[in-house]
């Protein structure tokens, strides 16, 4: 399950919730684990909030998962194939 929600500063897509949720973990849980309130494991699990690398790489590690697991930026998202036609 992904969040699809948009920011200024390029999150597109959260995977937090799927991976909390696979430790039957709740957010309050996993704000503990990382040293945040609740309310701040919502909005990044809304895609409202763009954590500091710290607490990006806390909840990674909390969640047994990388960075790039749980955050997937708008620069990750693949470059549309070009392809090159020569003509004679």
């Not at 699990?45 to 500091?52: L, M």
């Amino acid at each position: 399950m992904l969040n699809n929600k948009s920011t200024e500063s390029g999150i597109v897509q959260t995977r937090i919730k799927e991976y909390r949720t696979r430790f039957s973990m709740t957010q309050d849980d996993l704000a503990k684990k990382v040293g945040v309130r609740r309310e701040t494991i919502v909005f990044l699990e809304q895609g409202k909030y763009n954590p500091s690398l710290k607490l990006a790489h806390d909840a990674a590690q909390a969640l047994h998962a990388k960075i790039d697991d749980l955050f997937i930026f708008e620069d990750d998202e693949p470059e549309p194939e070009t392809r090159v036609v020569l003509v004679d």
